[in-house]
């Protein structure tokens, strides 16, 4: 398989130091009600590390005993990170619903690559991590397990 390009702008180690270190409210789109999906696992290592998770899935009512989202705009309140587990072709209509919801960041998972994405995100004034799994990271960065 053929390893896509990733511009660097899109994986700065600063941006996701400062993401990690600072964010509290994650919405993760594309989160799984079933344990095996890695959209489960992160969001369940992102809660127990103490952030504020808002599953976004139109498919679940709820998700471990919090209240589930069909869409961004649906929030609540404006989240810090958008946690991206749906496929590229999805990204440019989610970039713009984080901008629209008045999110701070949109962070694509790995193998989760949409320039087209990240350009809009970016552009509405969000950061972008791209091609990174903010559990991996949180684990790197905030040394919590």
Known sequence: MQRTEI???WQDLSV??????ESRTVAVV???GNPGRPSF?????LRQAGLRIFPVNPALSSWQGLPAYATLADLPEPVDIVDVFRRPEHVP?????AVSAGA???????GVISEEGAALAAAGGLDVVMDRCLAVEHREVVGWS
Do not use: T
């Not at 996701?16 to 270190?21: D, F, G, S, Y």
């Not at 696992?41 to 290592?45: E, T």
């Open 7 to 9: 511009d660097p702008r």
């Open 16 to 21: 996701i130091e400062r993401l990690v270190r």
């Open 30 to 32: 594309g989160l799984s």
């Open 41 to 45: 696992g992160v969001a369940r290592y």
């Open 93 to 97: 209509d989610i970039a713009r619903e």
């Open 104 to 110: 701070g960041a949109l962070w694509l998972q790995l």
